[in-house]
């Protein structure tokens, strides 16, 4: 892909939307950047992504561990698994410049996460910062911010 | 008919020496007994100075269960008031933070009252000529807290307008604040942001115990922790890479038995205690560039050594907060319900100590304490194993044995193996007191 065309963005948002629900996680890890960033502000309108607290602001590394955790034997509050899912509205394209290789989309959801009896809905806006390597699209930067940030809640245990 | 009446001798026959009660957990009773007594005899934490810098500042929280606003008065001090009006009951302050300027204003008929709680003015004040308003409660205004102490900017209440004084009640647990600010070349805390909210449905005193629980970290945490080793140790990184800030973090709570048997306990009376007598799971924490230097200049290099050497690691101020001076963090433990706790994370800068480690402080809150974290779900999910659990018939009492010994007594501080559970028995010792100190025993 030289030139991603605006289809092309949005179809990465829902393929990538679409991965999370399979639980095809080490296809979702590929999507990213090794530099890559996973913002979850607290705060409304956050800012300071350092010197606040975030809900998550994880690295690949990070983002790798959670995902190894899924997997691992002893990890109890997986056991049973979550299960999650997403309705996406039509992600809207707010920056496509292929000269700078900078690509940047807006995306209002639900999620749904569920593990025995309990299920909770999260109404969130995601905005990915994507870039090409070696013709692909990758996510370098996802800050996702959930309506209710501030609110106080239990486990939220997958990737929004 | 209630199961637990409020008769002191049936309360206090629910914590043994080495073992406690489930009612104690899952009991309303005894939960509503809790806020009644206890919440109301103790030192409560209610929040941090920095959280009102001006003048008709105010922040809304609760003690134990009941709605209070902190506010900095004209005066420059800080009051505890119900959150309450005086007249028909509808709560004054909604916002969790805010600025009320001179006065606050009922928003059901306008009842206003200045920041230190006295009744300014009602409308049409004359409809109550002689009626004896000047006899009734509401004629007082927003009724304050029975006592407000500021510690070196933390705010703490006793609901009881008698009682404990607060030197009695903390003693040398006040110790433990003292080195959280000091660790500040200005001797200061601030708070940076709002906290971490995480629902738990689970009894708050689960929560408590855990601070001090040593021997959970390398089981429950492997899951997060472990893998986290795992992942970096199978990374293909060139010899000598620095291991980044969230490792450090994260790894040393995989800790062996024998590092926390080693790092002590230390206790004190009325329930305080801390882990991270001789070390922590903070010790290892590199240097951050510039401080050691500032903090030399701010107090000299032997106190600045001393001050940076005390490396506790969680201190329990009973009933409901737990703090952690190396990280500048601070815990806050609230009760809703027997089977349900709110716990509010926050953290502090240190006034005039480089950004770097402000950093570090946001990235251990997220890392651990939200609920999007990996450390906090590991947590969690054995709390709410535990209150399900203890609703089985099979056994009705919980052990708090580990380490005990015939004849304990918690009037003097004591330092103990850090993998003691000791601290929890500690606290409920105080539980029992707190709770009875206002009961009556039963007519029989
Ligand atoms: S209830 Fe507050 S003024 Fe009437
Ligand atoms: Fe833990």
Redesign the pocket.
């Known amino acids: 892909m030289s030139a991603p065309s605006k289809d092309d963005l949005i179809d990465f948002i829902y393929e990538e939307a679409r991965m999370l629900d399979d639980g095809r996680f080490d296809e979702w890890l590929d999507l990213w950047t090794p530099h890559g960033i996973y913002w979850m502000p607290l705060e409304y309108d956050q800012q300071d992504e350092n010197l606040v607290t975030s809900l998550l602001h994880e690295d690949f590394f990070m983002i790798k561990l959670r995902v190894e955790r899924f997997k691992g034997e002893r990890t109890f509050s997986q056991k049973p698994k979550t299960r999650c899912h997403h309705v996406i509205q039509r992600p809207f394209v707010d920056r496509l410049d292929v000269d700078a290789g900078e690509f940047v989309t807006h995306t209002a959801f639900h999620y749904v996460e569920t593990r025995l009896d309990d299920q909770t809905l999260l109404a969130a806006n995601a905005r990915h910062d994507l870039v090409l390597v070696d013709g692909k699209l990758k996510i370098k930067r996802k800050r996702v911010d959930l309506l209710n940030s501030d609110a106080a809640f239990g486990n939220i245990q997958m990737f929004l | 008919m209630s199961r637990h009446a409020n008769d002191r001798s049936a309360i206090a026959a629910l914590v043994r020496p080495t073992e406690v009660h489930r009612d104690i957990y899952i009991d309303e009773d005894v939960f509503q007994l809790e806020m009644k007594h206890l919440f109301a005899n103790c030192w409560v934490f209610v929040g941090h100075d920095s959280q009102t810098p001006n003048k008709g500042d105010y922040f809304t929280t609760e003690i134990g269960t009941q709605p209070v606003i902190m506010v900095r008065h004209s005066d420059d001090e800080i009051y505890v008031l119900h959150n309450r009006?005086p007249?028909?009951?509808?709560k004054i302050a909604i916002d969790r933070a805010g600025n009320t300027g001179k006065f606050f204003r009922?928003p059901?008929?306008?009842?206003s009252f200045k920041t230190n709680g006295c009744l300014l003015a009602i409308p049409l004040r004359k409809g109550y000529k002689d009626t004896g308003l000047e006899e009734s409660e509401s004629v007082k205004g927003m009724a304050p807290v029975g006592a407000v102490k500021n510690y070196r900017g933390f705010v703490f209440a006793r609901l009881a307008p008698e009682g404990v004084s607060f030197e009695d009640f903390f003693g040398s647990s006040l110790s433990s604040i003292d080195n959280m600010v000091d660790r500040s070349p200005a001797g200061r805390l601030e708070v940076a942001g709002p906290p971490l909210r995480y629902m738990h449905r689970c009894n708050w005193k689960m929560l408590v115990e855990n601070q001090t629980d040593t021997c959970h970290p390398m089981v429950a945490h492997e899951s997060s922790a472990g893998t986290a080793i795992k992942l970096w140790e199978e990374m293909e990184k060139p010899e000598g890479t620095k291991k980044p800030m969230a490792m450090e973090v994260i790894a040393p709570f995989m800790s062996s038995y024998e590092f926390f048997e080693n790092m002590g306990i230390r206790t004190w009376p009325n329930g305080h205690g801390h882990t991270g007598v001789h070390h922590s799971i903070h010790s290892d924490y590199s240097a951050i560039p510039g401080y050691f230097e500032q903090m030399c200049e701010a107090y000299g290099e032997d106190r600045a050594r001393e001050i940076l050497g005390e490396n506790r690691h969680n201190t329990v101020y009973f009933p409901n907060i737990m703090i952690k001076g190396p990280i500048q963090q601070l815990r806050l433990f609230k009760p809703i319900s027997a089977n349900k706790t709110l716990v509010e994370s926050y953290i502090y800068r240190l006034v005039d100590a480089p950004d770097m480690l402000l950093q570090r402080t946001a990235m251990y809150n997220r890392l651990i304490n939200a609920p999007t974290s990996m450390v906090g779900h590991d947590d969690l999910e054995m709390y709410e194993r535990a209150q399900e659990g203890l609703h089985s018939d099979g056994l009705e009492w919980v052990n708090v044995q580990r380490l005990y010994q015939p004849g304990e007594s918690f009037e003097q501080e004591a330092i103990e193996n850090g993998t003691t559970e000791r601290q929890m028995r500690n606290q409920f010792d105080a539980w029992t007191k707190y709770m009875t100190m206002t009961m009556d025993e039963a007519a029989r």
Do not use: I, Q
Not at chain 2, 108 to 111: K, L, Q, V
């Open positions: 009006c007249h028909k009951g509808t009922c059901y008929h306008a009842w």
